[in-house]
């Protein structure tokens, strides 16, 4: 079974604040996926990384597949209060894995 | 594009009922759609795979005379679950896989209460 541990599980950060997500397997996956999910609502896409050591930004998001395709990590820069929510990392192909997930509040 | 719809959003029924949920995929067609349920403050838990046209794969632990899966079509999936218990109340989500392979799009989730 492969198992996708996210770290840290909860952060509360001040509105302007940078932070770093982790998503750590021992297992490699073929591509990963980063969703956020605002609470009684599905998960939202928003980034794919397929190939080791790419880099995605979108916005003041940037997110980086590692080398050997283990692991995954989210950057926020300045994070906003409208970034709060709960992140999720996935990886696999067609039937993903779910990451722990990380529970993200954005203090104004 | 992308779009997943849930229906119901929100459903509330009686121990011993059966209750219906839709997942539709609006704008493209999907041959595989995934069902996932989620316990308050925790990941999306994979309940099974629904493939149009046959029979869905069902996650080890995962009771399939309980939960119905019917991919009829290529845009409708639905999951019933049947003889409802309290302990079945929890938040359902479903997506539809989209043409790369890798990306999941899911709907709103449909949030149900056993009583």
């Known amino acids: 079974t492969q198992l996708l541990e996210q770290s840290p599980q909860f952060l509360s950060i001040q509105e302007g604040e940078n932070l770093t997500v982790y998503c750590n397997s021992s297992?490699?996956?073929?591509?990963l996926q980063w969703y956020r999910q605002e609470p009684g609502e599905g998960p939202v896409l928003l980034v794919t990384?397929?190939?080791?050591?790419e880099v995605k930004k979108l916005k003041r998001l940037t997110f980086q597949f590692g080398d050997a395709r283990k692991d995954s990590s989210l950057h926020i820069t300045a994070a906003q209060p409208g970034d709060t929510g709960l992140y999720l990392c996935?990886?696999?192909?067609?039937?993903?894995?779910f990451g722990t997930g990380t529970k993200l509040q954005v203090i104004p | 594009g992308a779009v997943v719809s849930q229906h119901p959003s929100r459903v509330i029924c009686k121990s011993g009922t059966s209750v219906k949920i839709e997942c539709r995929s609006l704008?493209?067609?999907?041959?595989?759609m995934f069902w996932y349920r989620q316990f308050p403050k925790q990941s999306l838990m994979l309940m099974a795979t629904?493939?149009?046209?046959?029979?869905?794969?069902?996650e080890q632990g995962v009771e399939k005379d309980k939960f119905l899966i019917n991919h009829a079509s290529l845009t409708l999936s639905t999951l019933t679950v049947t003889s409802a218990h309290p302990e079945d109340s929890s938040f359902y989500i479903c997506?539809?896989?989209?043409?790369?392979?890798?990306?999941?799009?899911f709907g709103p989730g449909t949030r149900l209460t056993v009583t």
């Open positions: 629904s493939n149009e046209g046959s029979k869905a794969t069902y």
């Open positions: 997506s539809a896989l989209g043409t790369s392979g890798y990306e999941q799009y």
């Open positions: 704008d493209f067609q999907a041959t595989t």
């Open positions: 996935a990886g696999g192909y067609q039937k993903v894995t």
């Open positions: 990384v397929v190939t080791g050591g």
């Open positions: 297992s490699v996956f073929s591509s």
